[in-house]
């Protein structure tokens, strides 16, 4: 019994924590190229570029440069875009209206390793954001949830090796 207990404690004291990046040693810059917008609500990929600048600028992990001298490239599309009520105000069918709306976005990302040629990542990222409408417009929201959206494609940008 005391052999099964050491042997526990000596398996648990092998578990730890790191801060060290989970990239490949070689991976160091990023750049992030204009994103492009498949939905019809305008603006939303000059807010997911600057979004990602700043979210892999705040993550510090990769270092943001230009495209051409990058060693990871993160191309990513607008591929989604809805706004939905989720709650309504007021007691009959006729005098209800909307208090709450959800906004979701949806991006294709293609990360590429230029340094070996070769594709490190590629998948579909999301975020949502809920809001009133007396408290924030549907553009905040957006901006809002595209941020998220930024630091979501980080995170599986991150954890993709």
Partial sequence: MRGAAL???????????????LLPSHLRTVGVPPATN?????????????SLTAAFTADRTLRVTNVEAADLVINTAVSGYTRTPVSYSGDSTASRSVSAYEVS?????????????EQFYKGVASARVTYEP???TEEEAASEAIGKLASEVVRQVQIAW
């Fill in 7 to 21: 042997l526990l404690i000596l398996l648990a004291g092998c578990c730890g924590y790191s801060t060290r990046s």
């Fill in 38 to 50: 498949a939905t019809t609500q305008p603006g939303l990929a000059e807010v997911l570029t600057d």
């Fill in 105 to 117: 976005v949806n991006a294709q990302v293609d990360a590429r390793d230029q340094t070996r040629n």
């Fill in 134 to 136: 007396g408290a924030k």
